[in-house]
């Protein structure tokens, strides 16, 4: 039998995937897919922990009106109810599942530990880290880069609405061109909107190669952990 290509992935699902085709609040049909190809990659072997964003109900910057931090902390919540969601059904399907978040709220999840999330992966079992980096002015994507490095990830699954990097919308643009392959510096310079520049950078300095591929088909996921050569990927330059 094939074996994986890496031990332990860091994916990140944006909560519009999540909502599916109503764009808002949680698609189960949707979900249980998603948490079907969990279950396989994690019945390979691979550790897998998960970064899931909130912006099927809510997004920072949703709040022209608020002030900044405390519409950030909203959209914080908004990921721990994902992360509930998505511990449901895996804990449905078998996968022993964890949720840590970075603002301490105990009756709900553990408080994120780094060297008990660490022990979790090497016991089987998924992790979802919820609530970002606990901090304002900073994406899910950076929280996803952040725990991938201090988890040492070997790489960044990056599940989008799209089915990798192209030059322009291709929602927009039916001409856009897609990559297969870019570097980080290519990302930045760019702003090929990949991840946001923290984010990016943070994977660049700590050379955390990143997968971007579509959620439209999940097995897309089982496809990524074997090495497939799928979506766009981002690496160091060789």
């Keep these: 039998m094939e074996q994986p290509?890496?031990?332990?992935?860091?994916?990140?699902?944006s909560g519009e995937a999540l909502a599916g085709a109503q764009k808002f609040g949680l698609d189960f049909d949707k979900i249980g897919t998603v948490c079907d190809q969990i279950a396989k990659v994690s019945e390979m072997g691979v550790e897998v922990a998960i970064v899931v964003g909130g912006g099927n109900f809510w997004r920072g910057r949703s709040g022209a009106n608020m002030d900044r931090t405390r519409a950030d902390h909203m959209g914080m919540l908004a990921t721990v109810i994902n992360s509930l969601a998505l511990l449901d059904a895996l804990e449905a399907r078998g996968v022993p599942t964890r949720v840590q978040t970075a603002i301490e709220m105990r009756q709900i999840a553990e408080p994120y530990i780094r060297g008990r999330a660490?022990?979790?992966?090497?016991?089987?079992?998924?992790?979802?880290?919820?609530?970002?980096?606990?901090?304002?002015?900073?994406?899910?994507?950076?929280?996803?880069?952040?725990?991938?490095?201090?988890?040492?990830?070997?790489?960044?699954?990056?599940?989008?609405?799209?089915?990798?990097?192209?030059?322009?919308?291709?929602?927009?643009?039916?001409?856009?061109?897609?990559?297969?392959?870019?570097?980080?510096?290519?990302v930045l310079s760019g702003r090929l909107g990949v991840m946001d520049s923290t984010a990016t950078s943070l994977c660049m300095d700590n050379n955390i190669p990143i997968l971007v591929f579509g959620l439209d088909k999940p097995e897309n996921i089982v496809r990524a952990v074997m090495g497939e050569t799928i979506g766009t990927l981002v690496e160091e330059e060789e």
Excluded at 5 to 13: D, G, I, T
Excluded at 139 to 160: C, F, G, H, V, Y
Aim: charged share 25%; net charge neutral; with cysteine.
């Design 5 to 13: 290509k890496y031990k332990r992935v860091m994916l990140k699902v």
């Design 118 to 186: 660490v022990s979790h992966l090497g016991k089987g079992r998924v992790v979802i880290f919820a609530c970002g980096t606990g901090n304002p002015f900073f994406s899910t994507d950076t929280a996803a880069a952040l725990r991938a490095a201090e988890i040492d990830a070997d790489m960044i699954l990056l599940a989008k609405n799209v089915d990798g990097v192209y030059d322009s919308d291709p929602h927009k643009n039916p001409d856009a061109v897609k990559y297969d392959h870019l570097s980080y510096l290519d």
